[in-house]
């Protein structure tokens, strides 16, 4: 299914490309940004001219609309967009990248003309094998038409495949990194433009961050040498709108596919979430339920006064 989407890419005409996600920085307290849209598919329409469209990534456009043929839609399909999303429970500065999300987060700094404002990109990242490094780093050089250096390792792996690699691959339209980088202060690892678009929003990487060609373009104009870049791995997310409190789930696994087996670390991560708010009421198995579909869209989580008494160990049950 992955090589039959990243060939068809090559013979997909996109129209009317998406332009830079940007939102007004949420209210002291808040932890929203965006909304769910609903569009509806035209006939030539498949998930991954709509992702490119909509600035999306094509996993979780597929995992928001699980009934829906990701081929062939249909005309007249209802699509739901998963444009809401809860911030990261990180410092709101520079970027901050979630791997389970497959999401980018920049925020501006405030001497910057964009400051109040959040930025986000869908993007490509590692797949398994070949993860993606968590942590904090910081941005420590930028280069528009660079060319690609492969390690010793992909040359391995596409000599193995035999599919050899030059020691470097210049600048122009076969090269993976497409027209921008970002070069980060782990070794070997950057984020990058691409000559495959169909591939953001979806683990097809050897650990580098890719982005749409116009995304990447949006990002290096706007961040500077020494941006702090911060990359977590965080499922579950939880955060507040308007005193209602949220939780948005995405698939735990490195492919994207299998739901939560096991659900120490989902209720980990909210029994952390609500360690301020002990007494509030939660809504367990609807939690639950969100944590076994990962589909990425932020709903809330409060219960009724009755459930209250109800502790994370008695939920499982």
């Given at each position: ?7 068809s890419?090559a ?6 490309l ?61 699509i ?8 990261p ?10 791997i389970?999300e ?10 910057d003309a964009?400051?109040g404002?959040?930025?986000?990109f869908?993007?490509g ?8 490094p ?22 391995k ?26 070069y ?29 060609p116009?995304?990447i ?6 961040v500077?040498?020494?941006?702090k ?12 709108q308007?005193?209602?409190?949220y939780?948005?789930?995405?698939p735990?696994?490195?492919?994207g ?9 989902f ?14 009421p939660?809504?367990?198995e ?32």
């Open positions: 299914m992955l090589m039959r989407l990243l060939l890419a013979l997909l005409l996109v129209v009317g998406a332009q830079a996600e940007v939102y007004d920085m949420p209210d002291e307290g808040d932890d929203l940004i965006g909304k769910i849209e609903h569009i509806e598919a035209k006939e030539e329409d498949t998930f991954v001219a709509l992702a490119r469209r909509h600035n999306v990534g094509y996993v979780e456009l597929q995992l928001a609309n699980p009934e829906v043929d990701a081929w062939l839609p249909g005309e007249g399909t209802d739901l967009l998963p444009k809401q999303y809860i911030l429970q990180e410092s709101r500065e520079g970027i901050v990248i979630n389970a497959m999401r980018l987060y920049y925020f501006p700094p405030e001497n964009n400051a404002k959040v930025f986000t869908p993007m990242i590692g797949r398994e094998g070949w993860d993606t968590l942590g904090t780093t910081t941005i420590t050089r930028k280069k528009q038409n660079p060319n690609w250096y492969p390690p010793q390792s992909i040359r792996e596409h000599a193995e495949a035999g599919d050899p690699l030059p020691t470097v691959v210049k600048a122009g339209p076969d090269n993976p990194l497409g027209q921008h980088a970002l980060l202060g782990f070794p070997a690892y950057l984020m990058h433009g691409t000559n495959k678009p169909a591939g953001i929003g979806m683990r097809v990487s050897h650990g580098c961050l890719r982005l749409f116009e995304d373009e949006a990002l290096f104009s706007m500077k040498v020494g941006t870049v911060t990359i977590i791995d965080e499922p579950y997310k939880f955060g507040w308007d005193g209602k409190f939780m948005e789930a995405h735990p696994d490195a492919n596919e299998t739901r939560v087996e096991t659900y120490t670390p209720v980990t991560a909210l029994v952390q979430a609500t360690k301020a708010h002990e007494k509030m939660i809504d367990w609807k939690a639950q339920a969100m944590a076994r579909s990962g589909d990425g869209i932020p709903r809330i989580i409060e219960a009724p006064g009755a459930s209250a008494e109800r502790t994370p160990t008695q939920a499982m049950r």
